[in-house]
């Protein structure tokens, strides 16, 4: 199963990717993340791979994250018409995915963020569920990308407003 999403958000690229690699605001935008932890690297660094825990309604979910692209490497000199590009490979019981994340300047103040997902399933039940509730995914990866913007251009905290 493979899907893009996109959205545009309200701060300059630099700004976003800058964001977007601070694991200290993963809890404030990442709906569900229970854990995100590095087992090896440095966070978001390419080859780094990490625990993540996520809590869907009565279900938890366990994966490893390895990180396989972030350019360029230095967030804080973009350089100007370049794309910001990151990358990801999650493995987890009955599952594999992969996201390519991409930023790109729409104006010095606007950035569109595209993200490509791509889902393998290897176990009967994931398979059932990619097949019977495909936009499921799909909708879930929007809503990630929404509370993202929401976070990083109004301060809003998805923790907060689950509790």
Do not use: C
């Not at 994931?126 to 976070?151: N, W």
């Amino acid at each position: 199963m493979k899907y893009t999403v996109a959205i545009e958000i309200d701060l300059p690229r630099s700004e976003v990717a800058q964001l977007l690699a601070d694991q200290t605001n993963i809890p404030k935008w990442l709906r569900g993340v229970v854990l995100h932890e590095p087992l090896s690297g440095a966070h978001g660094q390419v080859g780094t791979t990490s625990r993540v825990v996520m809590q869907m309604g009565q279900q938890t979910f366990e994966a490893t994250e390895t990180i396989t692209r972030r350019e360029p490497t230095d967030l804080r000199t973009i350089p100007p018409a370049s794309v910001v590009h990151f990358a990801r490979e999650i493995v987890g019981a009955g599952m594999w995915s992969a996201a390519h994340e991409q930023l790109t300047e729409v104006s010095p103040a606007r950035t569109l963020w595209v993200s490509e997902n791509e889902y393998r399933f290897s176990s009967l039940l994931m398979r059932l569920v990619g097949l019977l509730m495909p936009g499921t995914f799909r909708k879930q990866s929007l809503q990630h990308m929404q509370d993202f913007k929401a976070f990083a251009e109004h301060g809003k905290d998805v923790r907060e407003a689950n509790g």
